[in-house]
T-cell receptor, first 112, second 112 residues
Framework: DADVTQTPRNRITKTGKRIMLECSQT?????MYWYRQDPGLGLRLIYY???????NKGEISDGYSVSRQAQAKFSLSLESAIPNQTALYFC???????????FGEGSRLTVL | SQQGEEDPQALSIQEGENATMNCSYK?????LQWYRQNSGRGLVHLIL?????REKHSGRLRVTLDTSKKSSSLLITASRAADTASYFC????????????FGTGTKLQVIP
């Protein structure tokens, strides 16, 4: 089983719909991240969390919200999806003080 | 804006040749990391170099870091077709919170 699991892996939705992407990890890491990848733009940080009570905005948090339900779970929500949120979304985890990120396989979201 | 910019954006070489990718960044860092991404998959950590280090090796990988120039390079020696992938640099911020910011990536093609 994957250490960092993202669901769903693929989702097609319509403009205005609420979408939740979920991430769970079995690595026991305290730090969790959500990134968005667009062609030619690399990965951009949406939100990051260092523990259940510590959530921080990244570069592109507008239009997104997150919830850290437990140390192992970090969800990303799009309250009202729009077409330019079509992208590949990655969840990642890290152990405190190491800096190395461990990625899930990604969630491909298409907003029509 | 992106913290890191990779150069070149794309690189095509013959199997057995060396591949060099460069990364420039903008702000002070705690560490710099390189990741590999096979098409559409999650990123995989390759190597991390701390801000007080100048060079690091791991197998066929050699990373250099010049903090005065805010730049790093990744050298893959004796490339193989299996090295075909996108490579990203990522910087861990110096503020102690380990916000990890990615560059735009270099797409490497190794021709058998």
């Amino acid at each position: 089983d994957a250490d960092v699991t993202q669901t769903p892996r693929n989702r097609i939705t319509k403009t205005g719909k609420r979408i939740m992407l979920e991430c769970s990890q079995t690595k026991g890491h305290d730090r969790m991240y959500w990134y968005r990848q667009d062609p030619g733009l690399g990965l951009r940080l949406i939100y990051y969390s260092f523990d259940v009570k510590d959530i921080n905005k990244g570069e592109i948090s507008d239009g997104y919200s997150v919830s850290r339900q437990a140390q192992a779970k970090f969800s990303l929500s799009l309250e009202s999806a729009i077409p330019n949120q079509t992208a590949l979304y990655f969840c990642a985890t890290a152990l405190r003080n190491t800096g190395e990120l461990f990625f899930g396989e990604g969630s491909r979201l298409t907003v029509l | 804006s992106q913290q890191g910019e990779e150069d070149p954006q794309a690189l095509s070489i013959q199997e057995g040749e060396n591949a060099t990718m460069n990364c420039s960044y903008k702000t002070s860092i705690n560490n710099l990391q390189w990741y590999r991404q096979n098409s559409g998959r999650g990123l995989v950590h390759l190597i991390l170099i701390r801000s007080n280090e100048r060079e690091k090796h791991s197998g066929r990988l050699r990373v250099t870091l010049d903090t005065s120039k805010k730049s790093s390079s990744l050298l893959i020696t004796a490339s193989r077709a299996a090295d075909t992938a996108s490579y990203f640099c990522a910087t861990g911020d110096s503020g102690g919170y380990q916000k990890v910011t990615f560059g735009t990536g270099t797409k490497l093609q190794v021709i058998p």
